[in-house]
């Protein structure tokens, strides 16, 4: 344990949201996958109907947590992110906007974001992706806070687990390996969203610049990765689960299709 909760009790929340995809699997598109909408709000005090678009509901989430301020981090091209949500009025939050500098991975992305939250705690999650728990970001940061945990996982039951991180975690809520896409499992959960301190926030930082030389020879990393290196550096990385129901990415067509049949 490097940082602890009670040693920064007045840290500022952040939000962190990497919009740096190339949307390839649901590709062509109209606008970035961010943007897609996928059911429906209400406003106005006639309650009229609008499109919710898929990145709506993470930071509605967020917001849900006590967090109002967040950064998303686009790539070169996705201006209408920064267009729909402007300052964040639409879902009262002040939101800003980072464009990434390296095409190698989520982690290269978030990383862009290091000059404005190393100083904060992060609250992290993967804006083409839909869960079921609206206090799910609340969980996490009451676990980080009770056990001073370096990064808090939030975890959800895996449907498909040869696609995606799978969780080794003890019956102390530790984790004790990530492992990315296996094609044969015992375990049965995966994770979407954490909350993670100052001491991940430099990890990251620091192992990225590390490995930056050989990142363009080398295949796309992933968040999942960076926080097994951490792990194996002996940060504290715990895991809380937060929904019963697996996470739907609509990154994928066949989950984009699940959501669009569930929507009201």
């Known amino acids: 344990m490097s940082d602890d909760w009670e040693s920064f009790p007045s840290r500022e929340i952040i939000g962190l949201i990497p919009a740096g ?29 609008r499109p919710k678009v898929v990145s709506h509901y993470l930071l509605e989430k967020m917001r849900a947590a006590g967090i109002t301020k967040a950064y998303i981090i686009l790539r070169e091209g996705k201006w209408d992110i920064p267009e729909y949500f402007r300052d964040g009025r639409l879902v009262d939050m002040h939101l800003g906007y980072l464009i990434r500098d390296l095409p190698f991975g989520p982690p290269y992305t978030l990383d862009q974001a290091y000059p404005f939250v190393q100083q904060a705690v992060v609250a992290f999650g993967f804006p083409d992706i839909l869960f079921q728990s609206e206090d799910a970001f609340a969980v996490l940061l009451t676990r980080q806070r009770n056990s001073g945990a370096d990064v808090v996982l939030g975890l959800f039951p895996a449907d498909r687990p040869n696609r995606v991180d799978m969780v080794d975690v003890d019956k102390n809520g530790r984790v004790r390996q990530i492992i990315i896409k296996p094609r044969r499992t015992a375990l049965s959960y995966t994770w979407s969203i ?54 739907l990415d609509i990154g994928t067509p066949e989950d984009l299709q699940k959501a669009i049949t569930r929507s009201p």
């Open 194 to 247: 954490a909350v993670w301190t100052p001491a991940f926030t430099r990890f990251l930082h620091a192992h990225l610049t590390a490995q930056k030389a050989v990142a363009a020879a080398s295949p796309e990393v992933s968040v999942g990765q960076i926080i097994q290196a951490a792990i194996a550096k002996e940060l504290q990385v715990e895991a809380v689960q937060v929904s019963n129901e697996p996470y």
């Open 21 to 49: 995809g190339m949307a390839t699997r649901i590709a062509p598109l109209p606008c970035s996958k961010e943007l897609y909408p996928v059911g429906f709000r209400k406003v106005g005090l006639g309650q009229e109907v």
